[in-house]
């Protein structure tokens, strides 16, 4: 493998780990209505993260999403690729 399809393979494969990070977070999203967040407590307790707080939580999620875009990268074939 030359160098050059190294980096492309390196490329790719960033960009697969990005489209599955931006999908679990737009699933968090779509979902939101009906879920429940939980912390683990310093004893092991599980706490419920407060309704005016999950607002917060889903915001910041929201705006990951936004800041994140499009993966930076395109990729495109010419006549002198395989």
Known sequence: MTKA???????????EWFDAKLEQ???LIDKKSDSKIFFEGENGEKI??????KKGFFFGVE?????????PVKITKTNDSN
């Open 5 to 15: 399809e190294q980096y492309q393979e390196i490329i790719l494969q960033t960009n």
């Open 25 to 27: 977070l737009q699933s």
């Open 48 to 53: 419920e993260l407060p309704d005016e707080l």
């Open 63 to 71: 705006t990951a999403i936004e800041v994140f875009g499009a993966f």
